[in-house]
């Protein structure tokens, strides 16, 4: 049987960890059949314990751009490690990451490294209150900023997957201060700061939607916000846990050519190891402790094994800017491929796309926010994963997430996959 071992440990699993995994996602839940048990990781593809082979989309979620396993911080972790694995106190890598992420990314002067984009995008927020002394923030339906209180409204990613967009554990009163707008509707923010002047401290928004599919915003939607903001002193946070150093050394920002008020990234900053960190210029992040009021710590922000991993993985992608071009033209390839494929297959659907950003929607009108993402035929979804699954294409097991690139998918494996979609049947 092709997945026996991975059946073995779930069962196993379901005994000790809720639902059998760590992370609800990965359980399978939304779209059926056993999770896969990987044993690991190299270039393009993931091993299961098994023994099967799978050309990976997900890429641990996104920061595995140079893909896995990448020698240069495999190696940075090993000499980390021999130094020691937690010090609790600063070291001479946490200066170096921060002053090249500082040089690369825009209209940021100083960095916080935490341990999650969750903690960034938690901790930003409470920067931008205490900054701004207002309370209310607002959020775009379907987006997902990690899984603290002020966000789980209207969630996307596995809040959505699992039908709790709204989840139980989070207070009224938390929830009353998150307004919810919708994603790519300008009037929807425009309503909400009028009916709410003066008591908004902070717009949060995915810059590119990841955690509904993929959906881009319209041409205009982020400068229009931009000002808004600047009009009416609320500060604009970037939550570029996906898109950072993915669309673009400088991130979204230098993308679309917008700068934020603070900017948040996830695992892509440890190289796939357990980092966050949040930034901003000089004049915001002095409100941080311990220079300023708002309290914000953690003894395994900055680890050395971290800071080592993310710091080689991000110098790479700083020295090599054809790496973007390249990745740009393998999922373009990707995307056309899959046009055709589908196309012939007779399937409706929409794919959205920014960079090596992708996600297919099965369903005939565009995706532009959450409504007519939760539009898509879910049942097409699960056939197509499954499909795609046991012919050796590890595709993210949610309607509801993105797919990610990496340097080492090359016409080879675009070749397999599209190989694989056209003999999907639904
Ligand atoms: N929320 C994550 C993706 N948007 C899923 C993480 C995981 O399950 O590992």
């Known amino acids: 049987m092709r997945y026996q071992r991975s059946s073995q440990l779930f069962a196993d699993a379901i005994q000790t960890i809720p639902g059998g995994v760590n992370s609800p996602v990965r359980a399978f839940k939304s779209i059926g059949g056993t999770p896969v048990f990987m044993e690991s990781a190299k270039g393009a593809k993931l091993v299961d314990v098994d023994g099967n082979e799978y050309i990976d989309y997900i890429n641990s979620w996104g920061p595995q751009i140079l893909g896995h396993a990448y020698d240069p911080v495999i190696s940075a972790i090993k000499a980390a490690a021999n130094k020691g694995t937690s010090f609790g106190t600063p070291s001479e890598i946490e200066v170096a990451i921060a002053d090249l992420i500082t040089s ?24 931008a209150r205490g900054f701004t002394g207002r309370e209310k923030i607002i959020k775009f339906s379907g987006c997902y900023h990690g899984h603290s209180d002020a966000f789980l409204i209207a969630a996307g990613s596995g809040a959505m997957t699992f039908g709790t967009p709204n989840s139980p554990g989070v207070t009224q009163g ?158 373009a390839e990707l995307e056309s491929g899959l046009n055709s494929v589908l196309t012939e297959n007779g399937i409706e659907y929409q794919i959205n796309r920014v960079g090596s950003m992708i996600s297919v929607h099965f369903c005939p009108e565009p995706v532009v926010d959450f409504d007519s993402a939760k539009a898509g035929d879910n049942d097409t979804f699960k056939k197509f994963f499954h499909h795609m699954l046991d012919n050796g294409v590890y595709l993210p097991p949610s309607a509801y997430e993105t797919w990610f690139l990496c340097t080492e998918i090359g016409d080879e494996e675009i070749e397999k996959t599209l190989n694989a979609a056209r003999t999907f049947n639904p």
């Open 174 to 331: 938390t929830a009353k201060d998150t307004l919810l707008a919708r994603y790519n509707d300008l009037e929807s923010v425009d309503l909400i700061i009028e009916e709410h002047k003066g008591e908004i401290a902070a717009i949060i928004i995915e810059p590119v939607a990841g955690n509904m599919g993929c959906i881009p915003p319209t041409p205009g939607f982020l400068e229009s916000l931009r000002a808004l903001c600047t009009k009416n002193g609320i500060m604009l946070i970037f939550d570029e846990v996906m898109t950072g150093f993915r669309l673009a050394p400088g991130g979204a920002q230098e993308y679309f050519g917008v700068t934020a008020d603070i900017v948040c990234f996830g695992k892509i900053i440890g190289g796939g190891l357990p980092v966050g960190a949040f930034a901003a210029r000089k004049e915001i992040m002095s409100y941080l402790a311990p220079v300023g009021p708002v309290y914000q710590a953690g003894t395994l922000s900055g680890n050395p094994l971290a800071m080592a991993a993310g710091y080689n993985m991000v110098k790479a992608l700083n020295d090599n800017h054809g790496i973007y071009v390249e990745l740009e033209s393998m999922t």
């Open 104 to 127: 690369m990314v825009p209209g940021i002067d100083q960095i916080r490294m935490v341990n999650s984009g969750t903690e960034a995008c938690m901790s930003a927020i409470r920067l």
